[in-house]
């Protein structure tokens, strides 16, 4: 029989393990199954039962890719040049705004605050529609600079609030004191409030990087060939004329997973490291 200690033991240790184990590995089958079968022949990569091991596992739809799509490594740079731009922007902006809703109170801050959660639940298609036109007319179509203001302005709203959760926690009396100690309130929020708001940034651009990353619908809209970023061709994988080449889809698909991986490995160990300091009232 199992005891009633034994039982919590249980419940409480082995348990929430096993949950873990299976949230982690329905959240990786896709990409390991994909990686899995961008180094498979063309012709073993559906088989079924699916096999895991055996001679069947090459570089070849890596190959053909660089032979037949070189394009695709044109929109690559395309999506790096938006993604940075995008990430800088927003950052740039949502730490401005993210003080303002956080050490001001006045009502027209927080009718502002109120607008950008609005304005964020519109749907990007109702934005497409009236833009482009405008866009046209004044030649801004198919231009890198168009879509980093699209992405900007659709995503400077959800950040500015997620950094003003991060600026709400540094201590007012830092920024005073720094104020008493002769700091402008510039200064002070440079030398201070950036700082200590670091973690927020972070996640910021996290997020605001892997949304510019794979966003489709603004650049299917708003390019063609000069700024056209990676998710447009990884599109035209799937129409084919000669029907979906599922290897060198799948090649570029993890090429494409790849950048978004090395950003949030390089910087998850200094987000961690951030927000448990922050954790720490003094």
């Not at 540094?170 to 100690?181: F, G, M, N, R, T």
């Not at 929020?189 to 973690?199: G, Q, R, V």
Request: charged letters at 10%; one cysteine or more.
């Amino acid at each position: 029989m199992i005891t009633h200690k034994r039982r919590n033991l249980l419940i409480e240790k082995i348990l929430p393990g096993i949950l873990l184990a299976i949230v982690v590995m329905w959240a990786f089958f896709p990409i390991v199954n994909a990686i899995i079968g961008s180094l498979k022949m063309p012709l073993h990569i559906w088989d079924f039962p699916p096999r895991f091991f055996g001679p069947f596992y090459s570089l070849t739809n890596y190959q053909e890719l660089v032979k037949d799509w070189p394009q695709y490594f044109g929109n690559l740079v395309n999506s790096l040049i938006v993604t940075s731009g995008t990430a800088l922007v927003v950052i740039l902006c949502s730490i401005f705004g993210a003080y303002a809703f956080s050490r001001f109170s006045h009502r027209l801050v927080r009718m502002s605050t109120l607008f950008t959660i609005i304005i964020r639940m519109i749907p990007p298609i109702i934005v497409v529609i009236p833009l482009f036109p405008i866009f046209n007319t004044f030649g801004l179509v198919d231009k890198h600079i168009t879509l980093i203001m699209l992405y900007a302005a659709f995503m400077v709203s959800i950040t500015t609030l997620l950094m003003k959760t991060f600026v709400d926690d540094v201590p007012v009396s830092l920024e005073e004191a720094a104020l008493i100690d002769g700091c402008s309130r510039f200064q002070a929020f440079l030398k201070i409030t950036i700082p200590l708001s670091a973690p927020g940034i972070v996640a910021a651009v996290i997020f605001t990087a892997i949304f510019a990353w794979n966003e489709y619908l603004f650049a299917f809209i708003f390019t063609s060939r000069r700024a056209a970023t990676a998710p447009l061709i990884l599109s035209e994988f799937m129409g084919s004329f000669m029907g979906v080449e599922w290897g060198m889809l799948l090649a570029a698909a993890v090429i494409h997973l790849i950048p978004m991986l090395i950003l949030t490995w390089m910087v998850q160990s200094y987000l961690i490291k951030g927000m448990s300091f922050g954790a720490v009232k003094q």
